[in-house]
């Protein structure tokens, strides 16, 4: 068995050359709504952009998308494919035998410790909570290759994983699209398991894409 954290990788070039050339790309189709291509300057994408958002005029940067590839667990999965105007290729329990060498013959599970804020070496209390789940996952691994060495394929002996499976799955959303997911995942209200992935992911559109995500909200 092994255990893991939640990560992330933006796919898309995501250098200063890549974001400015984004944020033309955006102008240049915004602009044909008022005839003003003229107005199209070295650097004016910036400027254009900015005032787009903060005049609500939203629509203008679905033309641009950004693709992630995020590994999380099956739960917080379930929440991320909600959001209905993006694409999504995920990693099938059906298909995918975790007993072949490229799993390392193991099931992966995702720490929820950190989340739910379970100190393994802390107070007694925590450490029940986090023993707890440990002894959970030890046993659905147990009973997923005890059903495969009955005869279960792969697709039967899934029924015993549980929500913190690792999974791994690569989403393609427009910028509109990626500005309510933060909006809806990154807020105290979100599940803790979501902020853990969403918060650091947020941080990292605001650094490579400033223009497009600075003005949401604050992260703890």
């Not at 030890?138 to 279960?152: D, H, M, R, T, V």
């Not at 947020?202 to 497009?212: A, S």
Request: proline share 4%; aromatic share 10%.
């Amino acid at each position: 068995m092994k255990i893991i954290q939640p990560s992330f990788e933006i796919l898309d070039p995501t250098g200063s050359k890549a974001g400015v050339e984004m944020l033309q790309r955006i102008e240049r189709a915004g602009r044909t709504c008022y005839k003003s291509e003229d107005k199209i300057t070295n650097d004016s994408a910036e400027k254009f952009v900015k005032n787009v958002i903060t005049r609500g005029h939203e629509s203008v940067i679905e033309h641009e998308k950004i693709t992630v590839r995020i590994i999380c667990d099956r739960g917080v999965s379930h929440e991320i494919v909600r959001h209905r105007l993006a694409s999504y290729s995920q990693e099938s329990t059906r298909y995918c035998y975790y007993g072949s060498d490229k799993f390392g013959g193991e099931l992966t599970f995702i720490d929820p410790s950190e989340a739910f804020n379970w100190i393994k070496d802390g107070s007694k209390e925590c450490n029940r909570l986090w023993c707890i789940w440990e002894d959970s996952m030890q046993q659905a691994e147990a009973n997923y290759f005890e059903l495969i060495g009955y005869g279960a394929k792969p697709e039967e002996a899934r029924d015993v994983l549980p929500n913190s499976i690792k999974t791994e799955l690569v989403m393609t959303a427009n910028i509109r699209e990626w500005r309510w997911f933060f909006i809806k995942r990154t807020p105290r209200e979100a599940h803790p398991q979501m902020r853990q992935i969403a918060r650091p992911m947020l941080r990292e559109f605001r650094t490579r894409f400033p223009v497009l995500f600075d003005d949401i909200g604050v992260i703890e």
